[in-house]
């Protein structure tokens, strides 16, 4: 059971990168999906996640209004659009699919993770 992060990339301050989370061996429509973020020497950080019950989503605050999490479950994906992009939004991005009856905002405990993709933003 594996969740593959597509490549991040370089981008520049105020500009967008759509990051996917592709689920290999398993289906991802019974699973709450999350995304969270690490900066070296820093804590992990959850951005957005997606409850598997109602699709409801939830962003972290510094986020909000510029980050977007979808479902596409024809594809078993799930993507984290990202508008205006800010410098401080540099980090490794990490995808995260969990079964649980909780709601997803604060949970931090999730069963598979992916393997992280970098994301670089220049300012």
């Known amino acids: 059971l594996q969740l593959v992060e597509s490549e991040g990339g370089l981008v520049q301050s105020g500009g967008s990168l759509r990051l996917s989370c592709a689920a290999s061996?398993?289906?991802?429509?019974?699973?709450?999906v999350g995304w969270f973020r690490q900066v070296p020497g820093k804590e992990r950080e959850g951005v957005s996640c997606i409850n598997r019950n109602d699709g409801s989503t939830f962003h972290t605050d510094s986020v909000k209004g510029r980050f977007t999490i979808t479902r596409d479950r024809a594809k078993n994906t799930v993507y984290l659009e990202m508008n205006s992009l800010k410098p401080e939004d540099t980090a490794t991005y990490y995808c995260?699919?969990?079964?649980?009856?909780?709601?997803?905002?604060?949970?931090?405990?999730?069963?598979?993770w992916g393997q992280g993709t970098q994301v670089t933003v220049s300012s």
């Open positions: 995260a699919a969990t079964y649980t009856e909780y709601n997803c905002s604060g949970l931090s405990h999730y069963d598979y």
């Open positions: 061996g398993f289906t991802l429509d019974p699973y709450t």
